[in-house]
């Protein structure tokens, strides 16, 4: 039986090749690069769109078509796509976050490694209040309080909780004040006044911003309806004032100590006029009863009032429970705290401020 020339020459490759156990053969194919490109495309998970847009970014040369990265897609369309950081985007893994890439190109540019970058992301990126400018503080702060919920991480840190007590300190600016953040971290000018306080029951040494003046009458009469007198022992509290209470306290207890319980000189929110110390006139112990604080816990809210040092939040208030301090926010903010049951930095934080 007579074989055809193409079966002969495959018989005979077979033959020539079997002792050794490997079976292959090549062609000439002038097409051989056009072909192997053909193949990358086929592969990939881009697009034709993509790869086009890959192509117009010169930057075919600087990835693996053939791992296709979500991210690297994502960036390529964005208007904050930067070639500098291809090799981030391809790494990085993918969130869907509007900012992703301006995060990405914030944290390479700092110089971030890759699997920092998706350690912040993995852990911290979902939260409303995630800030791209605290973010390596996020992760370094994690590893020294691995007791913390990531939130909780987030939370702190933009509250500046992972620096010592009036470090890099702020000023705070507002329009009214009402929702302002005075702590350790944040102050206002010494030289600040509320232009528009009033006298609480027509006693010109106690003074509140009138909104909050108004409230404090309401919630008065509110306590007294139900057996309860409070009198305000102090309200409104300029810087001046309120050094001279710090002076003598350090003067009594020092400076360690007085920080726990009284705030520096513009660092106090007194002197926005927002706040009121109360007193149990009937009560000799303390300033107030557990049983008057019980009911200021369940009731204060209702008139826009929060308690502002709560128990149990000392590292986070930055000082120690005082169950008399009472800040106006308003009757639907403070019932949102009171509900959530958080301290006004952690409220401020979350809803208030403003971040990147």
């Known amino acids: 039986m007579k074989l055809k020339k193409k ?16 079976f292959y053969f090549t062609t000439k194919d002038n097409n051989t690069a056009d ?23 010169n930057i075919k040369d600087k ?6 990265s979500k991210t690297l897609d994502k960036a390529i369309f964005s208007e904050d796509f930067d070639r500098d950081y291809v090799t ?10 509007k900012n992703l890439i301006k995060y990405i190109n914030k944290l390479a540019k700092d110089g971030t490694a890759i699997n920092e970058i998706n350690e912040i992301f993995d852990k911290f990126i979902e939260f409303s209040n995630f800030d791209i400018n605290n973010a390596k503080r996020y992760l370094s702060y994690s590893f020294k309080n691995s007791s913390y919920k990531n939130q909780d991480i987030v939370t702190r840190v933009n ?17 009214s004040y009402i929702y302002a953040l005075v702590n350790k971290y944040n102050y206002v000018s010494t030289s600040y006044v509320p232009s528009n306080l009033k006298p609480l029951f027509n006693i010109s040494s106690l003074k509140m911003v009138d909104v909050a003046a108004d409230a404090y009458k309401e919630f008065v009469e509110g306590a007294k309806k139900d057996g309860i007198t409070f009198i305000g022992t102090t309200a409104y509290r300029s810087a001046a004032w309120q050094k001279q ?27 926005l006029g927002y706040s009121v110390d109360l ?9 107030i009863s557990p049983s008057d604080y019980e009911w200021i816990k369940n009731n204060a809210y209702k008139y826009g009032f929060i308690i502002r040092f709560p128990g149990g939040k000392e590292d986070i208030t930055g000082y120690q429970e005082e169950n008399w301090h009472l800040r106006y926010v308003g009757k639907d903010v403070a019932k949102e705290i009171h509900d959530l049951n958080i301290t ?11 971040h990147n």
């Open 88 to 97: 981030y985007y391809e790494g990085a893994k993918y969130y869907d976050n």
């Open 63 to 68: 990835i693996d078509l053939n791992k296709y």
């Open 159 to 175: 509250l500046s909780l992972d620096k010592p007590y009036y470090t890099d300190t702020k000023k705070v600016e507002d329009d």
């Open 279 to 287: 007193n149990d006139p009937n009560y000799k112990e303390k300033r």
């Open 245 to 271: 209470l710090y002076d003598s306290y350090v003067n009594k207890d020092g400076v360690e100590k007085a920080d726990t319980y009284s705030a520096r000189p513009g660092y106090s929110e007194h002197q």
């Open 344 to 354: 006004f930095d952690e409220y401020y934080d979350l809803y208030i401020a403003k």
């Open 35 to 57: 072909n192997n490109k053909k193949i990358t495309e086929k592969k990939s998970s881009y697009t034709k769109e993509s790869i086009k847009q890959i192509e117009k970014l």
């Open 7 to 22: 079966n002969l020459l495959i018989i005979t490759i077979i033959l020539g090749l079997s002792s050794t156990g490997v």
